[in-house]
């Protein structure tokens, strides 16, 4: 990652989103690695895996859930290195596949990328945080995904997150499945992604999304 304003501004929403979740979450024992070991188990859950029921690979959804897993990275990273050392480890990824016979896209061998997401897993208990940012640089890039990616993507999941931080997600009065347009549930992920692609990416990105965000939520809560 080579963008060192994208990289700070991450490092920074990230901070204020685990603040927003408890002021002191440095000092706290939060196991960050189980969150993101776990994180990684729901992406692998968007692949055919199953062999007694059909399954299609849903690479929307793994793209969110790889975006989850970098939260709890980065935040596990913050505690160990702390924010200076965050950033060195962020600026040291590539910013682009690495062009050898070893890389691969997902959808060239479903197969040898799922090994791969379960190599991060288990190197969530047994690997140093440069090994696990590599192994994640990796599935990411192998979805067919860039940096430029990972700072769009990550607005909108953080925004998400303190969304329902603010709306009782800790509390357990958040209402996770919203009303669509078409009057069917869907999960607030979803929502989000449809409301963002809706959105010009401007100066005014974050504030549209949040107001979008909140005026469509409303409708769900008064359904109910």
């Given at each position: ?12 929403l990230q901070d204020k989103l685990n603040c ?169 992920n979803v929502m989000a992604w449809e409301i ?29």
């Amino acid at each position: 990652m080579n963008n060192k304003a994208h990289a700070e501004s991450i490092n920074e929403l990230q901070d204020k989103l685990n603040c927003l979740i408890h002021p002191e979450w440095i000092k706290q024992d939060f196991d960050f690695r189980a969150a993101a070991m776990l994180e990684m188990c729901e992406a692998y859950e968007s692949t055919p895996w199953k062999w007694w029921k059909a399954v299609n690979l849903d690479k929307q959804n793994m793209e969110v859930e790889l975006v989850d897993t970098f939260h709890f990275l980065l935040s596990s990273t913050i505690i160990e290195f702390g924010k200076e050392g965050s950033l060195a480890i962020l600026l040291s990824l590539p910013e682009e596949h690495p062009v050898t016979k070893s890389f691969f896209y997902i959808d060239d061998d479903i197969k040898t990328y799922q090994q791969e997401m379960k190599h991060f897993i288990a190197a969530t208990i047994t690997s140093g945080m440069k090994d696990l940012w590599d192994r994640w640089s990796f599935l990411w890039l192998a979805l067919g995904k860039t940096w430029d990616d990972i700072t769009y993507t990550y607005l909108i999941k953080n925004i998400l997150n303190i969304f329902r931080q603010e709306n009782g997600y800790k509390e357990g009065t958040y209402i996770k499945d919203w009303i669509g347009a078409d009057g069917k549930r869907y999960e607030d992920n979803v929502m989000a992604w449809e409301i963002a692609e809706s959105l010009p990416f401007d100066a005014g990105f974050e504030y549209n999304l949040k107001e979008t965000l909140t005026s469509t939520y409303l409708v769900t809560k008064q359904a109910i």
